[in-house]
């Protein structure tokens, strides 16, 4: 693979990843993540053994790259969000419980 078709790859996997997160699918986004880690790392070696040679290579790499970046930025910040959300939802679940047991009929 070129490099250039190594980091369009991996921006389409990054764009389902992030659709798998709004989906809540995290099984598929489990996969996914595992599948861009390793197009991560053959990118890094792809780098480090035959470097960009024409500045518009760079410059659209740059792009590709920063896309990525911002997308996995709103991912994690989408993931918090629901992280918290979740964990609002087990307090007032948790919260309920103890109230409907406290109020339980004795005998």
Do not use: C, F
Request: charged share 35%.
């Amino acid at each position: 693979m070129t490099l250039m078709s190594l980091a369009e790859k991996l921006s389409d996997l990054t764009r389902q990843a992030l659709s798998y997160t709004d989906a809540r699918d995290w099984a598929a986004l489990e996969l996914l993540q595992n599948e861009r880690e390793k197009l991560l790392l053959q990118l890094r070696d792809h780098i480090s053994e035959r470097p960009v040679q024409s500045e518009k290579e760079s410059l659209r790499l740059a792009e590709i790259l920063k896309q990525i970046k911002d997308a996995d930025q709103g991912m994690s910040q989408r993931i918090e969000r629901l992280k918290s959300e979740l964990l609002d939802e087990n307090h007032d679940l948790k919260k309920g419980q103890r109230m409907q047991k406290a109020y339980k009929p004795l005998g």
